[in-house]
Structure formats: C-alpha cells, structure tokens
T-cell receptor, first 112, second 114 residues
Framework: QQQVKQSPQSLIVQKGGISIINCAYENTAFDYFPWYQQFPGKGPALLIA?????SEKKEGRFTISFNKSAKQFSLHIMDSQPGDSATYFCAASRAAGNKLTFGGGTRVLVKP | EPEVTQTPSHQVTQMGQEVILRCVPI?????FYWYRQILGQKVEFLVS????????KSEIFDDQFSVERPDGSNFTLKIRSTKLEDSAMYFC????????????FGSGTRLTVV
C-alpha cells in the first residue's frame, strides 16, 4: 500500500515536444506529491509539488495534473529542451510525516 | 544557495568491513535523512533523525545500520559489516521544517562493496 508506480521507464522526445510522465499511488493517507529531477552524479532536486486540494499546478514549463479519485498524478514538460534530459521521480508523502516514497523513475532524453 | 555536502563521493570497501558515510547538512536545518538508490532503481527511504534520535526507519535499516550526529555539523551513516547488496548510492538530505517539501538532497556517496 506504500507503493508509488511510475511510467514510462524511459522517454525520448524531440526538442519542443511535450514529455508526459504518469504516477499512481495506493495509500490514501498520502497528501503531498512532489516531482524530483535528477542529473547524473547528483542528488534529486525538487522540481514542483502539489497537494490534493488542487487538480493542477503550473510552474513555467512544468505542470502537475492531479486526479484524486483515480489516485493518479502526472508531470507534463512543455516545450522540452535538451537541458531537461534527466531522470524524473515522482514521490508521495503524508504531509504530517516526513518520509518520501519514490516512484521508479523515468529517464527522459530530449533530442535536439 | 546552501548545500548538503556528502563525503566521500565514492567509496570502495571489502565485504564485511565497516564504512562510515558522512554528511554536512544545511546549517539551520534540524531534520536529517538517509536514502539509498541501488543502480537503476528507485530512491528508497532508510531513516529520519531529529533531536538526536531516530524518528522513523524503514525495514532496510536493520541492526547493521546506525546513524549519529557526533558534533554540531556532521551526520553520519555507519554500516557495520557491509554486504554486496549494500552497494548503492546513498543520499543524505536535510530539512528545516520536517515537512516533506522542505528537503535538500546531497549529491550522494557511491558505495561499492567488493
């Protein structure tokens, strides 16, 4: 019940295209859903996060869509750039707690 | 921008040896964490630490693991007798608030057990 499932495992997109990564969770106690970006040799860095009281959050080219009834959330990267090539992890947490449960990661490659 | 610093960046150790991974959290942070990432797999929670004691630990964090804040700046993870399956990237993180959103991760220590 603690799992967060992420798909796809990898994604190739042309420069300027849209990257879409999906996550599903089981534990209804989760109420904080961040996305992390990780470059090779670096730790995960917080990209954007959402709480379940909103269905969408946008920050620049990055948008999270959240479907509470389906227990799913997704990351959209608009106008993808080669510098966006990285591994993206979704995660979930109980806001009152402090442990992050990560999805399996998606390796995104943006081709110029 | 404040950083979480981890040393060493890469450590190779013989199976059965003890290793200590070191972390310097952000100076005004009060909550500290260790996560690990086996190559090609997801990031997994190991332990959280607050007020000089463990606040939560995962099933991975068995008796072979321990954490310590030996002084005002360092936060360490000790593995007493390393196994091959302990080979992974180990990430330290710190937070000012204890809320999941306030994390800053370090760049990690790659531990290779041979």
């Amino acid at each position: 019940q603690q799992q967060v499932k992420q798909s796809p495992q990898s994604l190739i997109v042309q420069k300027g295209g849209i990257s879409i990564i999906n996550c599903a969770y089981e534990n209804t106690a989760f109420d904080y859903f961040p996305w992390y970006q990780q470059f090779p040799g670096k730790g995960p860095a917080l990209l954007i996060a959402i709480r379940p009281d909103v269905s969408e959050k946008k920050e620049g080219r990055f948008t999270i869509s959240f479907n509470k009834s389906a227990k799913q959330f997704s990351l959209h990267i608009m106008d993808s750039q080669p510098g966006d090539s990285a591994t993206y992890f979704c995660a979930a947490s109980r806001a009152a707690g402090n442990k992050l449960t990560f999805g399996g990661g998606t390796r995104v490659l943006v081709k110029p | 921008e404040p950083e979480v610093t981890q040393t060493p960046s890469h450590q190779v150790t013989q199976m059965g040896q003890e290793v200590i991974l070191r972390c310097v959290p952000i100076s005004n942070h009060l909550y500290f964490y260790w996560y690990r990432q086996i190559l090609g797999q997801k990031v997994e929670f190991l332990v959280s630490f607050y007020n000089n004691e463990i606040s939560e630990k995962s099933e991975i964090f068995d008796d072979q693991f321990s954490v310590e804040r030996p002084d005002g700046s360092n936060f360490t993870l000790k593995i007493r007798s390393t196994k091959l399956e302990d080979s992974a990237m180990y990430f330290c993180a710190s937070s000012s608030s204890g809320l999941a959103g306030g994390y800053t991760f370090g760049s990690g220590t790659r531990l290779t057990v041979v």
